[in-house]
């Protein structure tokens, strides 16, 4: 018995007829279209690899954070209380008048009765640049300057007042407004960090 020419019953519909031969002309679309996916997928794959190795080898916020903030000095005017940002953290610049300075060297004389005993002379390395952090040591919030009743910054978060060298004269607040690291890279340029 022969090999019947189709698996189709007598009467049902069979495509056989309507298939092209392996090489006509327009089977070639259905080629490029698997060889344009492949090639998508490929390129995706070399993406994906890419962002992989550029991730790898980036430095970690860890790393940018703990870099030196530059301020140029040039700009803040006298009396002026400069806010920059040093390890996502505020920073106050305060150029003080020379009548802030005299009244701070003026307190040096009680110094031992405050609750964070620090000379004016030791919190600043040129008088008339006050380099201080930008958050209150009691919780963190950040002190208006120019205000309180010693003059210097007050905290409106729960009531600490500061002098003008950023010691803390009254309030709950239980140290100082810390001094970072910095240098003076020259005389208008000063390298916190």
């Known amino acids: 018995m022969p090999w019947p020419a189709s698996s189709h019953h007598e009467g049902m519909i069979d495509f056989m007829d309507a298939r092209l031969p392996i090489g006509h002309a327009d089977r070639k679309p259905f080629v490029y279209f698997c060889a344009a996916g492949f090639m998508g997928l490929g390129a995706l794959l070399i993406r994906h690899w890419v962002v992989k190795l550029v991730w ?73 640049w006050l380099i201080m952090s930008g958050a209150c040591t009691h919780l963190g919030c950040i002190p208006f300057p120019d205000a309180g009743d010693f003059g210097g910054w007050f905290c409106p978060c729960h009531g600490s ?33």
């Open 56 to 128: 790898w080898w980036w430095p970690k916020k860890s790393v940018f954070t703990a870099g030196s903030t530059d301020v140029n000095l040039r700009e803040i005017e006298m009396g002026q209380n400069f806010v920059t940002k040093w390890r996502g953290k505020a920073v106050f610049v305060k150029r003080r008048p020379a009548d802030q300075i005299a009244l701070a060297r003026k307190d040096d004389a009680i110094v031992a009765s405050m609750r964070d005993p620090e000379k004016d002379e030791d919190r600043c390395i040129k008088p008339e």
């Open 161 to 193: 007042h500061y002098d003008y060298s950023g010691r803390i004269r009254k309030g709950p607040a239980p140290s100082n407004l810390p001094i970072p690291e910095y240098q003076f890279l020259d005389e208008f340029t000063v390298r916190i960090g």
